[in-house]
T-cell receptor
Framework: QQQVKQSPQSLIVQKGGISIINCAYE??????FPWYQQFPGKGPALLIA?????SEKKEGRFTISFNKSAKQFSLHIMDSQPGDSATYFC???????????FGEGTQLTVNP | GAGVSQSPSNKVTEKGKDVELRCDPI?????LYWYRQRLGQGLEFLIY????????KSGLPSDRFSAERTGESVSTLTIQRTQQEDSAVYLC???????????FGQGTRLTVV
């Protein structure tokens, strides 16, 4: 019940295209859903996050869509750039706040 | 410091040896987390410290793993009698409080040979 399932495992898009990464969860008590971006040799960095009382959040080219009834959320990267090439992780936080449960990651490659 | 600092950045150890990994959180951050990241996989929760509360150790995979934190400062993760399956990147993160953004360090890459 603590799992977060992420897809696809890898994604290749052309520069200027839209990248879409999906996550699904089981635990309806999760109260915070962040997305992290990780470059090789670096720790993950928070990209954008959403709470379950909001259906969409946009920050620049990055948008989270949240579907509470389906227990799914997704990251959309508009106008994808080669510099966006990285591994993206979705996560969900349990109500006590003691941990983030991470998806397995999506390796995004944006071709020039 | 400016960010979460972890040391060493790389550690190669022989099977059966003990290792100690260090994490310096961002000053003032009361919450501290340890995660393990195996090659090509997501982050696996290990342990969480929040202020002076009892730590959440529920993610530690075996009794060979332990962690300490003194107050709101440095934390050390100790792995005793290392095994090859312990090879991974060990990531530390800290946050101002449990409900705020967690900042990650660059990790310690542990290789057990």
């Amino acid at each position: 019940q603590q799992q977060v399932k992420q897809s696809p495992q890898s994604l290749i898009v052309q520069k200027g295209g839209i990248s879409i990464i999906n996550c699904a969860y089981e635990n309806t008590a999760f109260d915070y859903f962040p997305w992290y971006q990780q470059f090789p040799g670096k720790g993950p960095a928070l990209l954008i996050a959403i709470r379950p009382d909001v259906s969409e959040k946009k920050e620049g080219r990055f948008t989270i869509s949240f579907n509470k009834s389906a227990k799914q959320f997704s990251l959309h990267i508009m106008d994808s750039q080669p510099g966006d090439s990285a591994t993206y992780f979705c996560a969900a936080r349990n109500p006590s706040g003691s941990r983030l449960t991470f998806g397995e990651g999506t390796q995004l490659t944006v071709n020039p | 410091g400016a960010g979460v600092s972890q040391s060493p950045s790389n550690k190669v150890t022989e099977k059966g040896k003990d290792v100690e990994l260090r994490c310096d959180p961002i000053s003032g951050h009361t919450a501290l987390y340890w995660y393990r990241q195996r090659l090509g996989q997501g982050l696996e929760f290990l342990i969480y410290f929040q202020g002076n509360s009892a730590p959440d150790k529920s993610g530690l995979p075996s009794d060979r793993f332990s962690a300490e934190r003194t107050g709101e400062s440095v934390s050390t993760l100790t792995i005793q009698r290392t095994q090859q399956e312990d090879s991974a990147v060990y990531l530390c993160a800290s946050s101002l409080a449990w409900e705020t953004e967690a900042f990650f360090g660059q990790g310690t890459r542990l290789t057990v040979v």
